[in-house]
């Protein structure tokens, strides 16, 4: 049986457009492929597809309001662009609600930046917000298919297409990304 919690969430799930539910729905379905190949927990998986864009349609006041009720640790370049706290807000409403375990909400606290020190399943999530089908760029299919063979290969790519496009953007890396890049450097 489902507990109330998770009910609640659940209900948080549903006042999502039908764009960002579809798109949470295959991010679900990677991580299930990713959990199978790589031997992590299929349920806590699900978890962190399901909850890592609960709090993506949050207006800018309301995730710095959120992430202040949440006592979240943050930074100036969090303030700056406050659509980074969307992850660590919704890690922290299932860590607070005792959902998932730490696995998952690390992965959902950095999905959108990576960060140093991630576990498999922190990388996991990273690989299938930017790998789901619904996305479409040139190397989307190959990036995929290479981290269902190797997730620390398929990471790194990830990670390194990421830091491209923000770069051609003309966007500022967060800081953590830099750090994920540093040590996937390191251990390449
Ligand atoms: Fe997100
Ligand atoms: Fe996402």
Known sequence: MIGLEAQTLLERFHQLTEHRQSHSMRVIGVM??????????????????FGHDLAREFSRPCLLAESRRLNLDGDE???????????????????????????????????????PGLGPMAKALFIADA????RSFPAREGLQALALKDLESGYRAVLEATVSYT???????HPDTVKALRESDNRG
Do not use: C
């Not at 492929?33 to 597809?49: Q, V």
């Not at 662009?81 to 606290?109: M, Y």
């Not at 770069?167 to 890396?173: E, H, I, S, T």
């Open 32 to 49: 299930e492929e990713l959990a199978d190949r790589h031997g992590l927990d299929p349920e806590l998986a699900r978890w962190a597809g």
């Open 77 to 115: 370049f969090m303030t700056s662009e406050p659509i980074l706290w969307h992850g660590p807000i919704a890690a922290k409403w299932l860590q607070n609600q005792n959902i998932g375990d730490p696995s998952v909400w690390q992965a959902i606290r950095y999905h959108t930046t990576a960060g």
């Open 131 to 134: 790998v789901e089908p619904g």
């Open 167 to 173: 770069q051609q953007r003309g966007l500022a890396l």
